[in-house]
């Protein structure tokens, strides 16, 4: 075994020797992406993609709602392909990052064999094949240990997108799932030709005016209880239509308020059509996944999210602050 691949003894390696196969076997294969797209679906989703056009295998990558990609993406190579239209055909489904079916904004038919690739601790192995480690900080680094695991050849790329997925989905290498395996895939990525330098600046100096328009909005009502330890932040449709801000360009505003040392838990609410979107970030021994569970959402111990049917910002962050309360006990 090479020293840059290292699984630990819980990965249960012949689901990539099975997925490979069907991967072979098949005649066109549907990448799935979850809705409310990050960094980490469209890594990985990309990275096969790459992979798949330059080994001609037909495929397409898609997405529930395609205007919802975070911009700062597109540099990765093959975005322009992702569709929120479903082939005719397809023999084969692979999802990326999906916690659950219901993450892929619609109902997939049950006849179709699935290839289930995620990191996130409430995957219920809904595939017929699922490559699901919850140890590691991202879904980009499951997909890396199928490509290592089968010998696949990493081109510059599948290097690029899976290297963002990495760094995004750790938070800039902080998640507590980083560990040394982390860096020795990111430096095996950096050897495929992933230029770190290249990739920052395309990804986080591209920034609009818009973003720095809103998030001073957002900051504006910002509440502090239990003495600064839990923080809530909402962002309306108005402050959307103001600054002409898409929703994806607020995101920073978490990790904004999570850096302020007081702070231990942060939930951060907007709309979603008929219902409010939550994420949560928490950096004490909280498991915030059990919080976003309650309300039927999901995620990691540090950082999850759930959607809520009401449109009253005030009366769902009470609702929220009584469960995070009761969970903290
Ligand atoms: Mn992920």
Known sequence: M???FILNNKTDTSSFVKALS??????????????????????????????????KIKHKVFNVSCNTIPANLNFLSRFD??????????DLVISVDCGSKKRFGFTLDEN??????????????????????INKASSAEVLYDFFKFNGLYITKQTAIA???????????????RCDETTYEKINFLVKCGCDPSYTAQKLKQRDS?????????????LELYDEGSIASIYCTQEYLEQTGANSYETEDVLDM?????????????????DNLRVSFRSKEDIDIGKVAEIFDGG??????????????????????LKEIFETRK
């Not at 995620?118 to 699901?132: A, C």
């Not at 899976?162 to 507590?176: C, K, N, P, W």
């Open 2 to 4: 090479k020293k840059d």
């Open 22 to 55: 069907l991967i072979e076997k098949s005649r066109y294969i549907l990448i799935i992406t979850h809705v409310n797209p990050d960094a980490d679906t469209i890594s990985c989703a990309l990275a096969l993609s790459n992979y798949f056009f330059e080994n």
């Open 81 to 90: 392909k992702i569709t929120d239209q479903l082939p005719k055909f397809y």
């Open 112 to 133: 179709i064999p699935l290839i289930n690739i995620d990191h996130h601790k409430s995957n219920d192995n809904f595939g017929l094949v699922n490559i699901v480690d």
């Open 162 to 176: 899976l290297y963002v997925g990495i760094y995004e989905d750790s938070l800039a290498f902080t998640s507590l």
């Open 209 to 221: 005016l818009a973003k720095y328009r809103i998030i001073p909005k957002i900051l504006s009502n």
């Open 257 to 273: 308020i999570f850096n302020m040392a007081i702070v231990k838990v942060v939930f951060y609410l907007r709309h979603q059509g």
């Open 299 to 320: 995620g990691h111990k540090h950082s999850a999210g759930c959607l809520i049917n009401s449109s009253d910002i005030e009366q769902t962050k009470q609702i929220i």
